[in-house]
């Protein structure tokens, strides 16, 4: 899940190097935080969200495959 958050994130920014994925994990949940350059975040969040909401709909249809839940958090 980590890997295929990055690679969304690093081709939706102009500033790829800056992607960071940070994974926590709880009992039957894991918790993405995704971090990108202050420049970058309005296109990671996109207009009234649609491109958040697009890239977790992404990462739980992958999370459904496996059997787990996933969480995204876009943090600064």
């Given at each position: 899940m980590k890997e295929l958050l990055e690679t969304?994130?690093?081709?939706?920014?102009?500033?790829?190097?800056e992607v960071r994925v940070n994974e926590v994990e709880s009992d039957k949940t894991i918790i993405l935080e995704l971090s990108v350059a202050k420049e970058d975040m309005g296109k990671v969040i996109g207009k009234q969200g649609?491109?958040?909401k697009a890239i977790r709909t992404v990462i739980k249809a992958a999370a459904i495959k496996e059997n787990?839940?996933?969480?995204?958090?876009?943090?600064q």
């Open positions: 969304i994130a690093r081709s939706l920014v102009d500033y790829p190097d649609r491109i958040a787990v839940r996933v969480v995204v958090e876009i943090v």
